[in-house]
């Protein structure tokens, strides 16, 4: 190995032009400043609640740190399912259940057990920013599907047939949705069911912010829908709804088609989940507390969400109303700058470190996302050097 050129030839081509993540690029320089506030994690600022703690690390003192079942322990995926029916009336069986390394296993998992060579998979952006890399090492072609605000950010029945060609395998369906905020509700998902059906679509349905819902509008999963249970494979996890990001625990349901053949890879590559991981997860979910620990969580978020959309409103930029997730995702494009410019600035001259909507696909250029996983005091920080930055453009 001699030049950095030559040494090409020793890397994968279609990791070698894989960009890296949008997200990473602006956090390197903000972690080595001074003074920057942050709107740009995407990671809930509460703790793990205590009991969920404590499992883990009685499992830890008690000696209970051998694998588990490749699937995950047996009383986790019955818990699993009983909480997916009793929150989004879907039906699984413990058989039916894989405990991942976070949801983003997960997502590795679907699209490397249903990809071939050149398979096609249809990626509603903007949207989280692994799903295109993850298409890609998969052997597959991701195809963007670019959604609209006024359309507050939902994919269409026309948007999917439009999409759709001979080589079309899968969709990826994000809602509720990391960057936008914006959800599916029933109905939007039974109309774009019948696209679905006459192309025979397989459905990867991220649903990791599901318990993260505002306005009374409860999530629904497509795969409650007549038809769609046996095409679906669901994605969920521990990160969000239990403020668990770092125990990197989520699971995968769908039906054993695809479920035995995710099984092979997960077993080859990671053998299981950790195990103190999964005791904390049994913990999260079957204690009596759950549903009033998630209620406080998604009641702060809310306060949050109507501070952020309410100060970006007030200095004069347009804003979607989030109804899921925790972002907002304002557009600057009456600011003149793209994407990538406004966040450059933002950083380097007022301290405030937001990300560009284009790193979540190109129909998020002229939109910035910014989290409310933050203490109202760091938002409304945050939103004064903001509107600072605006007075200062309008002067140049």
Known sequence: MRNETENTKYIADNIRTMP?????????????MEGVV??????PDFNTPWHASEAAILSIERGQTSYTSNQGMMELREAICEYLKEKFDVAYRPEEIVVTVGASEGIDLALRAILNPGDEVLVPEPSYVSYKPCVTMAGGIPVPIDTKAENEFRVTPEEIRAAVTERTKAILLPYPNNPTGGIMRKEHL??????????DLIVISDEIYAELTYGGTPHVSIASLPGMWERTILLNGFSKAFAMTGWRLGYVAAPPLFLDEMLKIHQYIIMCAPTMSQYAGLEALKNDRREDELALMRDAYDERRRVMVDGFRAMGLDCFEPQGAFYVFPSIQSTGLSSEEFCERLLYENQTAVVPGTAFGRSGEGFIR????????SIRAALDRIEAFLKKLKME
């Open 370 to 377: 910014c989290s409310y996983a933050y203490s109202v005091e």
């Open 38 to 43: 942050s709107l740009g994690v995407g990671e």
């Open 190 to 199: 039974e109309a774009i069911v019948p696209a679905i059906l006459e192309n």
């Open 20 to 32: 890296t993540s949008g997200i990473r690029k602006f956090f390197d320089v903000a972690n080595t």
